[in-house]
């Protein structure tokens, strides 16, 4: 006895198998004609201002391109260190140190006791290597390759 297929019975295979090639094409153009992604740059070294190392304050590199996303360290005694994890991708930058502002919860615990004491302990020291006037962030440009020497000194 032969038994007929309804034309709904053949065309769900195919169309199975159809959508099953089709998926596998995407995925492999989009997984193996990528171009490997950057990788980021690990770099140390020093900052410092008018010869001196800045003490405490945030290295912040924002790309100049502005497309990329700035990446940021912490400076301590004058040196900073990025990891390939933590590092920028290779090009130019704008270099940003922010000066370290004291806590508001120190401020006001101390003012609470000595206002006069507050304003003279918080009211003009921002870093003991930072000029007085460095209310504003400082900037430079600076280039980042994959063939960047480490240690990288940075003079604002």
């Not at 032969?2 to 295979?13: A, C, G, H, W, Y």
């Not at 492999?28 to 690990?42: D, F, K, Q, V």
């Not at 004058?78 to 390939?84: I, L, Q, Y």
């Not at 090009?91 to 206002?115: H, K, L, M, W």
Request: with cysteine.
């Amino acid at each position: 006895m032969i038994q007929r297929r309804s034309r709904e019975d053949t065309v769900r295979p195919v169309m199975a198998k159809a959508m099953l090639i089709a998926v596998s094409i995407s995925i492999s153009l989009a997984t193996g004609c990528s171009e490997p992604a950057p990788e980021r740059i690990a770099l140390h070294g020093t900052v410092q201002s008018d010869g001196k190392p800045i003490e405490r304050a945030t290295l912040i590199l924002t790309p100049a391109s502005q497309t990329g996303t700035p990446v940021a360290t912490r400076i301590d005694t004058g040196r900073f260190a990025f990891t390939r994890l933590t590092g920028p991708y290779a090009g130019e930058y704008t270099v940003r140190v922010n000066p370290d502002e004291p806590a508001i919860e120190s401020i006001i615990e101390v003012a609470e006791q000595d206002p006069r004491k507050a304003a003279r302990e918080f009211g003009v020291q921002r870093s003991k290597s930072l000029p007085r006037n460095a209310t504003t962030n400082m900037t430079k440009q600076i280039e980042v390759t994959p063939q960047q020497k480490s240690p990288l000194r940075i003079d604002l």
